[in-house]
């Protein structure tokens, strides 16, 4: 018999951003020495936005502090332009309006400087995934934004809108749920004994449904329609 093949899926594009050269050729350098492919690298806001429509990343490992153009107003670009780009802010800076705003501008993830290199390697490995990488004590405070805006009075008129809301099937619903509740794919593929790949075609399926465009979104999604809470 012949043994089957499989399918070898192609290394994750990195694009990394930082006006440190340092530590942007040493952050580069580990990604590549991991089996990523580094497509790019860029040192500020506008070489940044231009290389990154050029390149076509997979994931952004992004800089907040950068010159010329800063963080956030770079990821608005850049997932404006090619939404299927997933931005992992990788910053010094822990406050909490700065990772709101990063979330609220298209981020996916958001890890502080003083990760150890291991833990940078598996959260661009989850950001490529789909999977929201926080480094531990920020995933409460954007869930706790995101249920804060979700109690805020909405449009005035949610029937009209419900109405024209597209319709998700039984296990579509079901995944969107368990997203909700925090869970990564992996666990979200074992939940419901099903493929880690099953699990994020129907994510994508329904991002398309909902015209979202990331998993971040989508948990926002789920939480004002208290599916979170099921």
């Known amino acids: 018999m012949t ?8 290394p ?6 930082d006006d440190h050269p340092m530590w942007r050729d040493a952050v580069a350098r580990d990604l590549a020495e991991s089996g990523f492919d580094v497509v790019a690298t860029a040192g500020d806001g506008d070489q940044a936005v231009r290389r990154a429509r050029a390149v076509g990343p997979d994931v952004l490992v992004l800089d907040l502090n950068l010159p010329g153009k800063p963080g956030v107003q770079v990821c608005k670009e850049v997932v404006a332009a090619n939404p299927a780009v997933r931005v992992l802010v990788l910053s010094a800076s822990g406050e909490h309006a700065d990772v709101l705003e990063a979330v609220k501008s298209g981020a996916t993830g958001y890890l502080l400087k003083s990760a150890s290199t291991g833990e940078l390697l598996d959260a661009v490995r989850r950001t490529a995934a789909g999977d929201p990488v926080f480094t531990p004590g920020l995933a409460g405070l954007v869930l706790g934004e995101y249920r804060r805006l979700a109690s805020e009075p909405g449009p005035a008129t949610p029937d009209a809108e419900e109405s024209r809301a597209p319709r998700l099937t039984d296990r579509e619903t079901e995944v969107l749920r368990l997203v909700a509740k925090g869970l990564s794919y992996k666990q979200i593929a074992e939940r419901l004994v099903i493929s880690h790949r099953t699990v994020q075609n129907h994510v994508q399926n329904t991002l398309g449904k909902l015209q979202l465009h990331n998993r971040v979104e989508l948990v926002r999604y789920a939480i004002e329609r208290g599916l979170d809470d099921e």
């Open 3 to 10: 043994e089957p093949t499989t399918e070898r899926q192609p």
């Open 12 to 17: 994750v594009k990195v694009m990394v951003v």
